[in-house]
């Protein structure tokens, strides 16, 4: 009698491991094709920043940011325009552009359908006048309204924008060891 209780006890056993190895056979490959086809979906569906501003040179002026930010997110691709305020205040209402560059000092009012950051941005200390005169430009302080629109939800907009002000931070006030 203990003998058949002993025999059938193993075969239990054995049952439910072979069930369990079977079971964390199946997870494993759904967890292994899971992230094959999320690593592919990030390979095929690159992410398209637009930004513009009125200005080439603010443009310029976030070159390092936006360069940064894409080493760190390889799949986001950046398309940079510049115009005329009004033509790119449309463009931002009909999305056809995600991030917007404006002096601090435009006088363009914007509605309450825009959301804005301020971000400190260097000019050129030097400038070349025409005769060939390099003439010192006092050192103050110049800032970029970053502007978009607050019904556009986007993730990565967000961490654009999260970026250019890090950037620019760590460029004005001197903490760059603490962010690395």
């Not at 390979?43 to 976030?62: D, F, G, V, W, Y």
Request: charged content about 25%; proline content about 3%.
């Amino acid at each position: 009698m203990w003998l058949l209780q002993d025999l059938s006890l193993i075969l239990i056993l054995l049952a439910t491991f072979a069930f369990g190895y079977y079971v964390v056979v199946r997870f494993g490959d759904f967890i292994e094709e899971n992230q094959r086809l999320i690593a592919e979906g990030n390979r095929n569906s690159q992410c398209k920043i637009h930004i513009a501003a009125e200005t080439p040179m603010l443009l310029n002026s976030i070159a390092s940011a936006l360069e940064s930010y894409s080493e760190s997110a390889p799949y986001v691709e950046f398309f940079l325009s510049s115009g005329q305020i009004n033509h790119l205040l449309d463009k931002l209402i009909n999305e056809r552009i995600d991030i917007l560059l404006l002096a601090d000092d435009s006088t363009e009012p914007l509605g309450k359908q825009y959301a804005s950051v301020r971000i400190p941005y260097e000019k050129t200390k030097m400038l070349a006048t025409t005769l060939g005169l390099t003439v010192e430009n006092p050192d103050e302080e110049k800032w970029i309204r970053v502007v978009w629109k607050k019904s556009l939800k986007s993730k990565n907009r967000d961490r654009v924008i999260t970026a250019l002000e890090m950037e620019h931070c760590r460029l004005k006030c001197g903490y760059a060891d603490y962010l690395d």
